[in-house]
């Protein structure tokens, strides 16, 4: 039988079904109270809305207690499972058991995490969740932040900007600029060595830019000094550019820590930039929808588990 029966459920007060699973549990309008924490007037009164609402007495009075009726025993069982449905909901999430999962995850990044990240993360997930897929997709320039809302993406690792009110982040690191080179770069020094300002502007550039731009944060910089450089190529990958200068005699502004990681595998020399680049914060943003649920803060530790690190040289987080 319904427990509604009749009644108009979206004008329901759902406090009323509580007080209802109290009185017929403690067939008594002071215990029931007590056990809800209502006064007594009160406990009364919403019993006598229920009884309005359902057409029905629901309790009636037997020496000095309280018996349901036929109906409100009726109802009592699924009125019961109801409840605990619904304490069961608002509970929160549940724990999450990566060796169970079977969640497939969207990283949305350059391919600097390509080389930094997913690696470790290959490792960590097989170890610890081999049901689970992770995937790093391409950022889709100038809407970044639109792929979480849309559910393209469940994380993404950019630089920190001004994000809006549904998004939560965490910083992860920062990422100084270095000056990556072929190694036996005729115009520039070995490894340890220290490039000039005019020789960095004289020599052609290869430039990381996903939408083709020619000008990046290191020409802002430039700009600053009454400089400028010639960027003579343009990429849409971190490894792309590398490539590109070690089979050249460009050179690239890049983030330090893919220079080092990358310059010993193809042959580059990396150097400190010759100029004051502002340094970004690379950060781990998500829908906030994804907040509280434990699968999510499962992959966010783990990511954040492996890119922290990364700062160990550089200035502290914000």
């Not at 809800?36 to 919403?46: D, E």
């Not at 490039?195 to 290191?218: K, M, N, Q, W, Y």
């Not at 400089?227 to 003579?232: D, I, P, Q």
């Not at 580059?268 to 994804?290: E, G």
Request: hydrophobic share 45%; with cysteine; glycine share 8%.
């Amino acid at each position: 039988m319904s427990i509604i029966h009749g009644m108009n459920f979206k004008t329901l007060d759902l406090n009323l079904l509580r007080v209802l699973d109290a009185l017929l549990s403690e067939g008594s309008v002071t215990r029931a109270g007590e056990k809800i924490g209502l006064s007594q007037p009160a406990v009364s009164a919403a019993l006598a809305r229920l009884r309005s609402a359902l057409g029905d007495p629901l309790l009636v009075r037997q020496g000095q207690g309280l018996v349901p009726t036929d109906y409100a025993r009726s109802i009592a069982p699924e009125l019961r499972r109801a409840l605990d449905g619904i304490s069961t909901l608002l509970a929160g999430p549940a724990s999450y058991d990566p060796a169970k999962g079977t969640e497939t995850f969207r990283l949305s990044g350059s391919d600097f995490f390509a080389e930094l990240l997913m690696p470790e993360l290959a490792h960590r997930i097989g170890t610890e969740a081999p049901g689970v897929r992770v995937q790093l997709v391409d950022l889709v320039p100038q809407d970044y932040v639109s792929s979480l809302e849309r559910y393209d993406a469940d994380l993404l690792l950019i630089p920190s900007t001004d994000f809006p009110d549904w998004i939560d982040s965490q910083p992860l690191f920062r990422s100084t600029f270095r000056v990556i080179a072929r190694s036996g770069h005729p115009a520039l020094p070995g490894r340890g060595g220290q490039i000039d300002l005019d020789t960095f502007c004289a020599l052609p550039h290869v430039l990381f830019s996903p939408e083709g731009r020619l000008a990046s944060i290191g020409d802002d910089a430039l700009t600053k000094l009454g400089r400028s450089r010639k960027v003579t190529m343009t990429l849409a990958t971190f490894y792309g550019v590398a490539r590109a200068v070690a089979a050249s005699d460009a050179i690239a502004l890049v983030p330090g820590q893919f220079a080092e990681a990358l310059a010993p595998v193809i042959g580059l020399n990396h150097y400190a930039a010759p100029l004051p680049v502002t340094v970004p914060v690379i950060t781990m943003a998500w829908h906030r929808r994804s907040s509280n649920d434990p699968a999510h803060q499962w992959l966010r530790g783990l990511v954040a588990g492996i890119l922290t690190p990364l700062n160990a040289r550089e200035a502290p987080l914000p």
